[in-house]
């Protein structure tokens, strides 16, 4: 009788030669085309279309409006214990002042002032560095950031107490820049050609291809499958105390399949790289075994019996 699939006790340990059989699942893979093109296949197991939004500030002629936002550290020469809790490193959030830009805009850059600038009062920071922007047909837009405004992750009654208490104390901070903005000034949506980025992943989620272009491709994942990669093979048991064994296992992102003759590997047979499918293994022990040349077959309950001429029994096989 044929079988397939698993066992730890196949052919019940039968003397003589078993036939295997096995089909490796194929690879799954990937397949797309973008119009005009032929099918590609790439051998991932998923993929991802992500629509890109135009590059903000590449509008010619377009006046922008552009800034930055910084996160300042403060620091005081000793700590406070006579106010609510303590306040050792506390940050504060800056916003800059803004300015407008004549589009397209090639490149943002703040330059900060010398580290560890002194300032006295909380709210008395001044200029603290220079936003440079270069604008249309490589003009440069330079701005001393003077502040608008702060806002601190301390509680608002500390950074009163401390205003309150500690006034004309020499504050240290030093800042850098978090991120920039752009807006357009008259309010409207940026224009401008879309982009499609199309990414294929492998099993560890590791990005394989990734192109970026004008449309999206027609894509598809083809799942692994049972294909025509198939083999077969024979093991020859003598010892009717061993007994094969088919037994699945796992090795990092391969299915395995392996082959036992009682303790002892016969063969490992290994699905590709990323396959959700184990290698199917199929064993037939129906034609195992025969009786020797010149004796009788005859049935005998669970078994076979040979006879020779003599009509004694020379050998039993199990059924």
Known sequence: MR??????????????????????????????RYPTESWKNING??????????TPGQGVGVTYRVGVYTECEMRLPRTVNDCPGQLLNPKIFLA????????????????PWQQGTLCRHLT?????????????????????TG???FR??????????????????????????????????????????????FKVFNWANQVILEQTRDICPEAVTVPSTYGNNKGSFRISNN????????VRSDEGAIKVASVFLGNVLIQKLLSPVGSLLYPRV????????????????????NHICCFDSYGRAVKTIKK
């Open 3 to 32: 079988r397939c699939g698993t066992t730890e006790g196949g052919c019940n340990g039968k003397t003589g030669t078993y036939a295997i059989d096995y089909v490796i699942p194929d690879a799954p893979y990937v397949r797309y």
């Open 45 to 54: 197991t998923r993929f991802e279309t992500i629509q890109n939004s135009p």
């Open 152 to 197: 601190s992750n301390e509680p608002t009654t500390l950074m009163e107490c401390i205003t309150d208490r500690w006034e004309g104390t020499r504050f240290f901070y030093k800042f850098k820049p978090v991120k920039s903005f752009i807006e357009r000034a008259d309010g409207k949506p940026e224009t401008g050609q879309r982009t499609c980025t």
């Open 147 to 149: 502040l608008n405004y």
């Open 96 to 111: 800059s002042r803004r300015m407008d830009v004549l589009g397209p805009i090639g490149s943002i850059a703040f330059v």
């Open 124 to 144: 008395d920071f001044g200029n603290y560095g220079r936003f440079n922007v270069v604008g249309q047909n490589g003009v440069i837009y330079g701005l001393d």
């Open 239 to 246: 010892d009717p105390n061993k007994f094969l064994r088919v």
């Open 282 to 301: 199929c064993w037939d022990c129906a034609g195992d075994e025969k009786c020797p040349p010149g004796t009788c077959e005859v049935k005998c309950k």
